[in-house]
């Protein structure tokens, strides 16, 4: 009945890798991808809010009354995302200015909510935190990607260093987030891809 | 499991009170320590302003801050005032708050004293895009708006005027435009109200 913790980690960073396998999270992929400082700190942050909702939600699975739930889960993530934002603010100046309204953004992400539905609801909370923190570091790992890209080819950068060593043109296109939905239907071609041979390949 | 109606309500009331209790908790614990990275940040902002060094710890930033620089009001509006050694007002800070394209746009606009050059510009607060209208935070368009000849019915625009270069955004268009006009609304509206006392 219960999974193994190497199969909630390898489900959810790659098999059903949020963003690329559940299509969930997509508006702030798109919105802080450009620079990946704030993808990282986003990730951070998204990751901390659903390992701590997944586990709080686990722990009070038995006693949430059953019509209620969504709003206890809202009402869980919303203190969580609030204490993010005042840490951030607190001790991160530049970075909390920079993500701007996307921290509090974090509430309205779907990873979460759809965690806590389709986990947390009815798994032990030791595992649903592992369960939402690999589903965070997921998402985190596909931000990163996709900022890698758009950050060296739109500024020349990679984490705020200057790498552009042959002088190219940046491309402008990058920063803006029409981009970020170019890579991420690319990425999400590629591992679709991959997924249908892995299918065919065991068929035969 | 089912569960009536009054548990609802006193679960529902119960755990309200306890994140409510927990996020006030935090914020109270933090509050000074943001409310102190507001002010560092504003006074940086006026230093920038006026051409001097913002770097250093906070007690340096707040010893350069208070050695040449008070807050004062003159003609209505409030200000800092940078004076030279002997007291004599220098250059001044005009705080100013304008439309953005996506919320309201803060910063502070330095004058000198003479009111006939625009020594800097900074914001304080912005919301406009990250990446693209976000990008008027960076020293590159900030910078363009040193020392500026300004008379009394200056218009800034953007590309060549009277010898100065202003760049704009590229892909930032409207955010390029609304920093520009809150820019000429403040050396209208602001500047020549100072120039008023100036005068008498």
């Known amino acids: 009945m219960t999974e193994k913790v190497r199969d909630v980690i390898s489900r959810n960073v790659w098999k059903e890798n949020q963003v690329l396998r559940m299509i969930l999270g997509i508006c702030s992929s798109l919105a802080v991808t450009n620079l990946m400082v704030n993808s990282l700190v986003m990730g951070l942050g998204l990751t901390f809010v659903t390992a701590l909702s997944s586990l709080t939600i686990s722990l009070l699975r038995n006693a949430i009354p059953h019509r209620v739930r969504m709003i206890v889960q809202t009402l869980i993530i919303a203190a969580y995302v609030i204490l993010v934002d005042i840490f951030l603010k607190a001790n991160m100046t530049d970075i909390s200015k920079a993500l701007g309204p996307y921290v509090g953004l974090i509430i309205t992400n779907c990873i979460i909510m759809g965690r806590a539905e389709a986990y947390a609801q009815k798994n032990p909370p030791l595992l649903s935190m592992l369960d939402g923190f690999f589903a965070g570091i997921g998402y985190t790992i596909v931000l990163l990607i996709i900022a890698l890209f758009r950050e060296f080819l739109g500024f020349g950068t990679i984490f705020g260093f200057n790498v552009n060593f042959i002088g190219f043109e940046t491309w402008t296109i990058m920063v803006m987030p029409p981009a970020a939905f170019f890579l991420i239907g690319i990425l999400i071609w590629i591992t679709s891809n991959m997924f249908a041979k892995g299918k065919a390949s065991k068929a035969k | ?200």
Do not use: C, H
Request: charged content about 20%.
């Open chain 2, 1 to 200: 499991m089912k569960k009536g109606r009054i548990y609802t309500i006193v679960f529902m009331l119960i755990i309200s009170a306890v994140f409510t209790f927990l996020l006030a908790g935090a914020n109270s614990l933090f509050l000074p320590k943001i409310q102190e990275n507001a002010r560092l940040a504003d006074m940086r902002a006026v230093l920038y302003v006026f051409n001097l060094s913002q770097d250093g710890s906070a007690d340096e930033v707040l010893q350069r801050f208070e050695q040449n620089i008070r807050q004062t009001t003159i003609s209505g509006i409030d200000l800092y005032e940078y004076s030279s050694a002997d007291g004599q007002p220098e250059a001044y800070a005009i705080p100013f708050t304008g439309r953005g394209l996506w919320g309201s746009i803060s910063g502070y606009l330095g004058v000198l004293a003479k009111l006939d050059q625009m020594i800097g510009l900074v914001f304080t607060d912005q919301s406009e895009t990250p990446g693209l209208g976000g990008r008027i935070d960076e020293l590159a368009f900030r910078e363009q708006f040193r020392n500026i000849a300004i008379t009394a019915n200056t218009t800034l625009t953007y590309g060549q005027t009277d010898g100065s270069q202003i760049d704009a955004i590229t892909g930032a268009t409207l955010t390029s435009n609304s920093v520009m006009r809150i820019i000429n609304q403040v050396l209208d509206t602001t500047v020549s109200k100072l120039g008023v006392t100036g005068n008498d």
